[in-house]
């Protein structure tokens, strides 16, 4: 089930399943009806997983409002669509993605998957240096560029580093 993100306000347009409360930008789209949460997903997860996982959320938290969206085997964030996810929780390290709908270079990516016109990057996150300022801009311009489909509107849809996005105010 999707849950309330720290910083969303009203989802608008998003669909909610009736079924599972997931919130979808179209009605009916596919999807996983289940039972799930943030609790069960770092259920048995070492302290270290646990605590780069919320280190994480924080960084996303600084994109602005969003969603949280916990399935069986990843917990997505999502704005008006799901734009970037923690994949996997390992004992010290989590894996996470983020999608932009154009290429950036950097041999941080452990993969790069070509999806259309969009790019998915994955990345291993396992110390404390690892959530730089270089990680918030890629999820910064994931946030806007496509989770709020700035790359559908040709006004919005390039952002480079340094440019002014929201951010988040408590």
């Known amino acids: 089930m999707a849950s309330t993100g720290p910083n969303r306000k009203s989802a608008g347009e998003l669909w909610r399943c009736p079924q599972c409360g997931v919130k979808l930008v179209a009605r009916n789209l596919a999807h996983s009806c289940g039972d799930y949460s943030i609790e069960k997903f770092l259920a048995g997860k070492s302290k270290i997983a646990r605590t780069l996982f919320h280190r994480f959320v924080a960084l996303v938290g600084k994109c602005g409002p969003f969603d949280i969206a916990p399935a069986k085997t990843r917990v997505a964030f999502l704005s008006r669509v799901r734009f970037a996810s923690v994949?996997?929780?390992?004992?010290d390290s989590i894996d996470v993605h983020f999608v932009l709908p154009r290429a950036v270079r950097s041999c941080r990516f452990r993969r790069v998957e070509r999806v259309g016109k969009l790019h998915v990057y994955h990345l291993r996150l396992a110390r404390a240096e690892d959530f730089d300022n270089e990680l918030v801009d890629w999820l910064r311009a994931s946030y806007v560029e496509y989770g709020e489909r700035a790359w559908?509107?040709?006004k919005r849809a390039h952002h480079t580093p340094g440019d002014k996005l929201p951010k988040n105010h408590d």
């Open 152 to 154: 559908l509107e040709p």
């Open 87 to 91: 994949n996997r929780v390992n004992k």
